[in-house]
């Protein structure tokens, strides 16, 4: 199976710009999220050097953002650079396990493959890839137990329609 960025931008503008003004964008060497201004009348969801993943992880953290934070620069989140400390770093996956679970649900939807990512490669110590994992996967089944959140669920379902994937469940994913 081909994923293309631009089928990924085609699917989300299709299922979010007439109802949330919001659009993904393909963007250089930095991700970011800007809300309409006075430039720019819609939102724009702008992912990397037209990484699928990217594309998906971006879209991910739009899941998460309530609508007060969608009206801010990259949802007002703090982001701390790579390089964390372990206190940090803890910090850091504590606030990514539910954006990343969503990037698995919808990266499942695709049938793209999955990896957490830890975004901490010069850090003076590694962060381990596999617990945070298991913590993401915890997050995926409570979702599926609690249901789809209403902007997971139709981007879900629109992704499956186009790449032909049947219904997901929680025992499709598991930690490798």
């Known amino acids: ?3 293309q960025y631009q089928d990924l931008i085609q699917i989300f503008n299709d299922t979010f710009f007439d109802s949330l003004n919001t659009r993904l964008e393909l ?3 930095e991700p970011i999220y800007l809300p309409a201004d006075e430039k720019v009348d819609h939102h724009r969801i702008i ?3 037209g990484y699928y993943a990217s594309g998906l992880h971006e879209i991910a953290h739009w899941c998460v953002a309530g609508p007060k934070r969608r009206l801010l620069e990259d949802f007002g989140y703090w982001y701390e650079p790579d390089g964390r400390s372990a206190q940090v770093q803890a910090e850091f996956e504590k606030v990514e396990i539910r954006p990343q679970a969503y990037e698995w649900i919808i990266a499942k ?3 793209f ?3 957490v990512s830890c975004d901490n490669l010069h850090g003076d110590f590694e962060p381990d890839r596999l617990a945070f994992m298991q913590k993401v996967h915890q997050e995926v089944v409570k979702i599926f137990d609690q249901g789809l959140p209403e902007r997971v669920k139709a981007l879900s379902e629109a992704l499956r329609a186009h790449y032909q994937i049947e219904p997901l ?3 499709q994913f ?3």
């Open 174 to 176: 598991i930690v490798k």
């Open 1 to 3: 199976m081909t994923h």
């Open 47 to 49: 992912f990397a050097r």
């Open 27 to 29: 963007g250089g060497d």
């Open 169 to 171: 469940c929680p025992s």
């Open 109 to 111: 939807s695709a049938g």
């Open 113 to 115: 493959p999955f990896n």
